[in-house]
């Protein structure tokens, strides 16, 4: 048995469907062949362009000694005084621990407590640090590989 509805899509779109098995058919020995190159080719590299190219290579090479890892952030500020002020707290209680460090994110100065490698060791430290912040939170960041 036949359908009707499948029947009468044929019959309407018949010179489409014969137009698209046609290319079909004349298209695919066009993805068989293979292309075959000879000769040699030579880029000219502009100096700029080789000297960005070094420029990063010596920056990943620089970034190395760094891993993911993370910090206490206990406040930020748009003000560098405000900033130092918080740090200067902070050194009091923990910067013999675990070290303290501003740095600036634009457009705000981040104080931070502390690197870790490991996320324990961050979790047991944001425990201490927030009996003196309360607003201290862990934050995934690169840091400095630990010297061993």
């Known amino acids: 048995m036949r ?6 899509f044929f019959k309407r779109n018949e010179g489409r469907l014969k137009s698209f098995i046609l290319l079909t058919l004349l298209a695919l020995p066009g993805f068989h062949q ?12 502009e100096p700029s362009v080789k000297e960005m190219e070094e420029t990063r290579t ?8 760094k891993v993911r890892g993370y910090r206490i952030l206990i406040g930020f500020f748009s003000s560098r ?4 002020a918080l740090k200067e ?3 009091e209680s923990f910067g013999s621990k675990y070290g303290v460090t501003v740095m600036y994110d634009e457009p705000n100065f981040k104080v931070y407590v502390g690197q870790f490698t490991l996320s324990d ?7 201490e640090i927030r009996k003196k912040f309360s607003g ?10 630990p010297t061993k």
Do not use: C, F, H, Y
């Open 89 to 91: 707290e902070a050194m």
């Open 121 to 127: 060791d961050a979790d047991a430290a944001l425990v």
């Open 81 to 84: 005084s405000q900033a130092e």
């Open 58 to 65: 010596a920056r990943r090479k620089a970034n190395s000694d």
């Open 3 to 8: 359908n009707p509805v499948i029947n009468t």
């Open 136 to 145: 201290a939170t862990r934050i995934s960041d690169i840091i400095r590989r």
């Open 34 to 45: 293979k292309v075959v190159a000879q000769g040699r080719v030579e880029v000219e590299v």
